[in-house]
């Protein structure tokens, strides 16, 4: 089991997958990133407001994003 701090680092929960592979005489574990991140409320870090964002790599989507968005919606 890998400890917390390590799994909070790399965006792991307990459970999730890994894959092992040797590298001479070492063992390089690497997370399996076929699950998808789940939305999760987030403060923007510029304007302070609640944002949701579904990881790093995601675009932020704000509430005025929300707005556009659904003033198009029939």
Do not use: N
Not at 3 to 26: E, F, Q, S, Y
Not at 49 to 65: N, Q, Y
Request: neutral net charge.
């Amino acid at each position: 089991m890998l400890p917390g701090v390590l799994r909070k680092k790399l965006g792991l929960r307990c459970g999730d997958p890994l894959d092992a592979t040797i590298d001479g005489d070492r063992i390089v574990l690497t997370p399996c990133r076929s699950r998808v991140s789940e939305p999760r409320v987030i403060q923007h870090p510029i304007s302070g407001l609640p944002v949701i964002s579904v990881g790093e790599d995601a675009p932020v989507l704000t509430s005025k994003h929300v707005a556009e968005i659904l003033a198009d919606f029939p």
